[in-house]
């Protein structure tokens, strides 16, 4: 057996070298990764909540996640709901309410469950959307699981656009019951996590049908499976949709209805009532129950948000720990003599192409969770305060953020694999995993084509009706009496928009561009521009009359995907900038601490919603926690400025238009891009050690926080199924026919 | 059971709708499959053979590929090791020459196997770097695999830079043999393909001892495992590394040795020799040798660049017939009436988004077959007429055209998934596959980081020695006899970087940039704007002081990357052009077809590499072909604009630097994009049914030349391994628990 040869056992213990680097790059960093994380989990309080759950997990084998690079989709279906189960049955034996459990899962358990469905959209949906008897009833037994509740939406022939869908639900007064059928093939349900063969209901959406008239969609909880031996319901056809590229935890299923009948109290009514008779009826006060509904969706997208930041942290803790482990070029042995002390190869992190590819990254990593963090508080603020007169703004922004998000960590992470080289494509590095599981985000719950024009069309919008919307400063208060609807200072640009374009940026030196000010500035004029230019072709094609506004969105939707990306990040900085600027304040008025200077000192650009966004955290870390220091927020700051101007120098085309930028400044911004990956560079081990992922978390060879990244790389090969046996059946089988194939069977052992 | 279920039989007939819409699409273009076909795979005879390859592969039931999406690791290398053993054995009974047999293993057969190494790094090793005794012996062994060889290079702590690999081979005199011994776990030999459990030998790569001095790095044939039984010879260890991203059918391997002896003729010794006392001699005329070997590897690049090609044409056959056969959005029912037959929605193709997403990656995927089959007919040429002046070019070349199309090709596959939405997640689609085995290419044989900066160092030594270099027109033969060696006219911008960075574009019409001298002149304009740059930056550095040219170019790395990227661009569309105008000038003057007026038309910039490249082409194809008429050259001259285009306006911040295109020229030429893309898009079917690629080969759902997507989809979710049983173990082991923990055990079937 390999395992057992000495050889590989002798010298499993020899890479301490990696260990000595990563000590290196610990000691000579001026971050104090408790601090850091402090920052980035908002708070001591919150940290301390995130630091349980993971223990929860890491503390019971049955969470581990060793095996899960060998096993195959039907064991991975089996392990994650293992996985589940115990969670559950062990939260409900010491007593873990249900929300606190929801953190476990969700945050700490680092699998894709089959009941995740079940958790972030059935029993959201069994809260707002049902009356309170349907809540009382149905609430109870989702959230402690005595039923699984998948979330039916989409269909085989139809995603994103809701209003084609084809499952139709005829109320037939006779039975008080609705007829739910899928007319075609196309029409069944088809990708629900947990549907395939997990879940016991479903809330299925479909198509009411009463009295001839169709009356949209609406939701049933619709039973699916026999509650004593989970064997399908008469009329139910259901099956789990196959492999995915990720996900394979989870039974993504399809789902066709033949004439099954739902009792009339199955339809979710906390929006409109049917009557025994067949009367329907829009309830009272429903639409506070949507903009509920609308709200959770907000959440979720923030939740993307953020989730999309830590997935980025978690790609580059294995990518940067492994560039400093790692060394190649430039110290080749002296030719003519051999050494067992040859000069050192280099370091592949101190590669300027290196940090370039990864800096830039870690920077997105702290600017979408700040984001992230802020648009939840928001939504906090939201639910307190059932303010709605931010919430098309919000929605819009989600839309727009979703789509950025899933692109840029896609592509980041898929950059961090191959920033590892070769062994970054192996399972054992972790990163295949953390792709193929992400990538999904690009493609569920609306792609960037379908997102990114909402946010875009909002922009527009605001921009063509300029009478009816807030001018110059956006403080949302003061305008939101004349608005339809009220306004962050983020909007400030459109109604400035043509004249934005006109501007040239001042900056002379490298060092100009280190303003936040000039900084938003660039960002503003590069929004101007696209908005600008956008404005001028829907304008041409509505005079040439070729259909209305939607037809111009569809012709131009290139560009208006570049206006909405354009904007996030707008927004991303504008976050990014005042969460830096509170903790610049904190650090430098140590003795105002409790005072109202958050989120001064940022040119005066904080807007409403950013003060809101930071009340929460404050209240939580006043004692007893590890805080940002000035090293930390100096850090922080050049974080900042490298997401700001690596944006640029990534979309320079755009900061261009218009000639906002001369050929000569977009040089500068260049070199100062090089100049700041360098400075982050130095830190930048420590930056992602204040994500505190451990080695269990991570599953990676390379990713190791003691750096042993070869004698780990090895232990995991040695796991290889293939090195079960050492003469595989392959050879048994196969080779062995070939080889000693004819005239040619070996008499001899060696050639 | 689910596939019995009545229910799923009845409506799998029933999408009928995709197959009308692609029928329309073929109906409604202007291009003839069969004849662009010819023109793709380079004339008639080369498109028989591959034809005839296919036909070989797809009519055994043994190399069908259905199974692939649900086998574990250890299965498909079971797999692909049967179907290589049963191929050859096939091969062999038939009487099929080994050229031809690597044909079908390597075009035809649609598996990465572990006998790829043995037959295109092995093999040639054997072939070029082995005296004729040598060559007599092992050759004849290899290729009727009667031993099956790895290449092992690649260490666990090296990989580009084979400098510092540590495995030694030291030389003992007394026995004529050399001690093969690991100094340490990091010395392992780790990822060659095949050499876990395939292979019987392995080329190995070691540094030569001799007397105690380091003689650098030779090649040595070292038996792996006991011909009789396949075990593991003494002191050899070797395993596989473990699961991958990808290249799930290939035992990539580890190997370590432990003072294995080696008899002194198992180093190859074409290129030196020592005799039997330990006396080392490079060997007379090695040099032609060490060419040889080179030239090898150009051919294997050359390889990449058209299978990127062919890879892309995959991606996007499955992306371009799914995005005609899908309808989303723009068409809902009228609100309050129901409708079977409800206005139908659009073809997602037609959105001009998705044709932003698609139509550039199908003009590059042209770009790169033209570019690879010429790069193959330039290493054929040069191994007929052993002309090795325009070798350090098309080295260099190669490097950067590697790096680039690995780049291209991986981001497009992953573009062509995501543009099919939700259903490009499954494994069904056929696209994950491609993508994972397409992006090792990516990180393998030198990452872009090692790759680029070769290409640019090139192109910046040439700029810097402006007196040593050809001036002006770079006709080769005309400054060969100057230079120490050749150079294309594809360089000739070099001398006149200084000069460009300082024209302006004088395009005042979008028309304007349909000139392919106008084209050609931005491309160079603009590589020669980043030459101009990085010239200044390295001589400031030298200047400075502060260490050489190397330390330069480090510290430039990313200018540098920039550099070879633009550099390879330009040849890309050099070769496109004149393909297209090699087409053109052969339709318009069909009477003059056998006369010498091959790539007139093209503005005279055909330089003599093309002509060289176009010879062979030429001589297959004159007899009983369907060939390329106008309609078709219309829609390739249009695929060259849109390469052109499309790549200026991904880059467009360096066709701005030093303003040689205006704002209003970039907007202009964006514009220009959108017209082409929806120009290509009314043949995008036609041009992707010309690759050729059948059902079997594409595996793919979404790709069905017949359009029946849904059908397919739902067949291949019926064999899902999750679909074996109605009632999952998941369920009796573990659901079950959940659900009837408790109070809670149901009596009843229904809530």
Redesign the interface.
């Known amino acids: 057996m390999?395992n057992e040869?000495p050889?590989?056992l002798k010298?499993?213990l020899?890479?301490e070298e990696g260990a000595m680097l990563l000590q290196k790059e610990r000691a000579t960093s001026s971050v104090r990764p408790e601090a850091m994380a402090t920052f980035i989990f908002g708070g001591q309080e919150a940290l301390s909540r995130r630091l349980r759950a993971l223990a929860f997990i890491e503390s019971d084998p049955v969470f581990d996640t060793k095996d899960r690079?060998?096993l195959?989709?039907?064991s991975r279906?089996?392990r994650s709901?293992?996985k589940?189960?115990h969670l559950?049955?062990k939260c409900?034996r010491l007593g873990i309410p249900f929300t606190q459990m929801l953190d476990i899962l969700n945050v700490a358990l680092d699998e894709i469950t089959p009941t995740d469905v079940h958790t972030k959209m059935a029993i959201p949906s069994l809260m707002h959307q049902t009356t309170p008897e349907q809540r009382a009833k149905w609430l109870p037994?989702a959230e402690?699981?005595?039923?699984?509740c998948a979330y039916a939406q989409?269909e085989?022939?139809?995603?994103?656009?809701v209003?084609?869908l084809e499952t139709?639900a005829t109320y037939e007064p006779s039975s008080q019951s609705f007829i739910l059928h899928s007319?075609?093939?196309?029409s069944?349900k088809w990708?629900p996590g947990g549907l395939?063969?997990?879940a016991?209901?479903a809330i299925v959406l479909a198509?009411l049908?009463l009295g001839g008239?169709?009356r949209?969609l609406h939701s049933f909880i619709v039973?699916l499976r026999?509650?004593?031996?989970?064997?399908?319901?008469p009329g139910v056809?259901?099956?789990?949709?196959?492999?995915?590229?990720?996900?394979m935890s989870v039974?993504n299923g399809?789902c066709?209805f033949?004439h099954v009948r739902v009792p009339r109290e199955h339809m979710l009514m906390g929006l409109a009532e049917i009557s025994p008779d067949g009367h329907y009826r829009k309830r009272k006060g429903a639409n506070g129950g949507e903009k509920i509904l609308y709200g959770a969706m907000l959440d979720v997208r923030a939740g993307l948000v953020e989730r999309g930041g830590a997935t980025l942290a978690r790609a580059l803790t294995v990518a940067i720990r492994y560039s400093a482990v790692r060394?190649?070029?430039?110290?080749?042995?002296p030719?003519?003599?051999?050494s067992?002390s040859?000069p050192l190869?280099l370091q592949v992190l101190d590669?300027?192409?290196?940090q370039?590819a990864l800096m830039p990254l870690l920077a997105w990593s702290f600017a979408l969770q700040i984001t992230g963090q802020f648009m939840r508080r928001r939504y906090k603020a939201y639910l307190r305060e059932l303010d709605l007169s931010l919430l098309p703004e919000v929605h819009a922004l989600s839309s727009g953020l979703k789509a950025l998000t899933g692109e840029v960590v896609s592509?980041g992470v898929?950059v961090c694999?191959?920033m590892c080289?070769?062994h970054?494509?192996?399972?054992?590095s972790g990163l295949?995993e953390v792709f193929?599981n992400y990538?999904?985000v690009?493609?569920?719950e609306g792609?960037a084509?379908v997102l990114e024009p909402q946010l875009a069309r909002f922009i527009l919008r605001l921009s063509m009706a300029p009478t009816e919307r807030p001018k110059g400063s956006g403080r949302g208060a003061a305008t939101a009496a004349k608005a339809p609807f009220a306004l962050s200072s983020d909007f400030d640009y459109v109604p400035l928009a043509a004249g934005k374009t006109f501007v040239r940026c001042r900056a002379a030196t490298p060092v100009a561009f280190l303003d936040p000010a000039f900084q938003i500035e660039a960002y503003e004029a590069r929004v101007s521009a696209l908005l600008l230019?956008a404005r001028e072709e829907v304008e041409a094609d509505l005079r040439g009359g070729e259909g209305g506004l939607?037809a111009s969105m569809?012709?131009?939707?290139?560009?208006f995907?570049r206006l909405s990306r354009a904007h996030c990040q707008l927004v991303l900085l504008r976050r990014f900038h005042e969460a830096v600027a509170r903790e610049e304040g904190r650090v430098t008025m140590t003795t105002a601490r409790n005072g109202g200077l958050d989120g001064e000192g940022n040119g005066g650009r904080i807007d409403r919603g950013a003060a809101d966004g930071s009340e929460e955290g404050e209240s939580e870390d006043r004692e007893g926690s590890v805080t940002v220091g000035p090293a930390e927020v100096r850090v922080l700051r050049n974080l900042c400025h490298l997401f700001a101007l690596s944006g640029m120098e990534r979309d320079?085309?755009e900061f261009?238009?218009?000639?906002y930028l001369s050929?000569g400044q977009?040089?500068m911004v260049?070199r100062e891009v090089?100049r700041l990956n360098r400075t982050v560079r130095a830190e930048a081990v420590s930056l992602v050690d204040a994500w505190l992922l451990s080695d269990k978390l991570l599953g990676s060879a390379l990713g190791r926080a003691d750096g042993r990244v070869?004698?780990a790389?090895?232990e995991?090969?040695?796991?290889?199924?293939?090195?079960d046996k050492?003469?595989?059946?392959?050879?048994t089988?196969?080779?062995?026919?070939?080889?000693m194939?004819?005239d040619?069977a070996?008499?001899?052992?060696?050639?």
Chains 1, 2 share one sequence.
């Open positions: 390999v040869n050889l590989i010298r499993g020899e890479d690079n060998y195959d989709q039907k279906y089996m709901s293992e589940v189960v559950v049955l409900r037994l402690n699981f005595r039923i699984i989409t085989l022939g139809h995603g994103s656009n209003r084609a139709i007319p075609r093939l196309e069944a990708w395939g063969k997990s016991t209901h198509r049908l008239k169709d949209g039973q026999d509650l004593r031996d989970h064997t399908p319901l056809t259901l099956g789990d949709i196959g492999p995915k590229l990720g996900f039974d399809f066709l033949d060394r190649q070029g430039y110290a080749p042995s030719p003519g003599k051999l067992q040859a190869e590669y300027p192409t290196q370039h592509q898929d694999r191959r080289g070769g970054g494509y192996l399972l054992a295949p193929s990538t999904a690009q493609t569920f792609t084509q230019l939607a569809m012709k131009n939707g290139v560009l995907g320079m085309a261009r238009a218009r000639d050929s977009a040089e260049s090089l070869y004698g790389l090895f995991e090969a040695l796991r290889s199924p293939l090195n050492e003469v595989s059946k392959a050879y089988l196969h080779w062995r026919r070939l080889l194939a004819g040619c070996w008499g001899n052992a060696r050639l």
